[in-house]
């Protein structure tokens, strides 16, 4: 069974960092993009940023709302990714989903996602 | 980059069936579109993708035979036929463009759907 569990939300200020973990177990971790996709309250699905495998020599690739600000990495051997947040701002507030998308055929994606981590960005 | 649009609400009695829409927006009628289902309170889960010739690849996990897509034109549809209780979602469409560095995955806006 496939589980991706996001940890490490929580309440920070204006200008404050956090950094999200996202563990991965069922699945091939390590051949998969990890992706980080965000949701405002009572709203639809946003891009973040992904991190490629390491067969794509572990790329990333951000939305323009974040770049400069936040980070993604991946650690294969722990079957985890990050999501480092920095400069936060009052509309960063959001469940933060992780979510790994592999090819397992040329027309066939696999794609998986957490149950979701709340921040929250406020003083 | 394409946009996708979606009604915001749609209902559906017990036992009937419903489509759901995503409109692609113009010059990008040749896009793949991907449905997920988000019940309250969870994260989203795969349904399955949909170009202009229907469904490419396999559905997600556990995604039921009553679920069934198409496409035509701008449109891709998810169809949810006797519906069930637990159908009760919202629904997410989903697109990749770009590759590389040039990469984005857009989203419309969801429909939640309500069974009555």
């Known amino acids: 069974e496939v589980h991706l569990v996001e940890s490490g939300g929580g309440l920070v200020q204006p200008g404050g960092s956090l950094k999200l973990s996202c563990g991965g177990s069922?699945?091939?971790?390590?051949?998969?993009?990890m992706h980080w996709v965000r949701q405002a309250s009572g709203k639809g699905l946003e891009w973040v940023g992904r991190?490629?495998?390491?067969?794509?020599?572990?790329?990333?690739t951000y939305a323009a709302s974040v770049k400069g600000r936040f980070t993604i990495s991946r650690d294969d051997s722990k079957n985890t990714a990050y999501l480092q947040m920095n400069s936060l701002k009052t509309e960063d507030t959001a469940v933060y989903y992780c979510?790994?998308?592999?090819?397992?055929?040329?027309?066939?994606?696999?794609?998986?996602w957490g149950q979701g981590s709340l921040v929250t960005v406020s003083s | 980059q394409p946009v996708l649009t979606q009604p915001p609400s749609a209902s559906a009695s017990l036992g009937a069936s419903v489509t759901l829409t995503c409109t692609l927006s113009?010059?990008?009628?040749?896009?793949?579109v991907d449905w997920y289902q988000q019940r309250p309170g969870k994260g989203p889960r795969f349904v399955m993708r949909?170009?202009?010739?229907?469904?490419?690849?396999s559905k997600g996990d556990g995604i039921p035979d009553r679920f069934s897509v198409l496409g035509s034109g701008l449109n891709r549809y998810l169809t949810i036929n006797n519906i069930q209780e637990e159908d009760e979602s919202d629904y997410h469409c989903?697109?990749?463009?770009?590759?590389?560095?040039?990469?984005?995955?857009?989203f419309g806006g969801g429909t939640t759907l309500t069974v009555l």
């Open positions: 979510a790994s998308r592999r090819w397992s055929t040329v027309t066939t994606l696999q794609n998986y």
């Open positions: 069922g699945f091939i971790f390590s051949g998969s993009a």
């Open positions: 991190i490629r495998s390491k067969a794509n020599n572990y790329a990333t």
């Open positions: 113009s010059d990008y009628s040749e896009y793949n």
């Open positions: 949909v170009g202009t010739g229907g469904i490419v690849g």
């Open positions: 989903g697109a990749d463009h770009g590759s590389g560095s040039s990469f984005v995955w857009v």
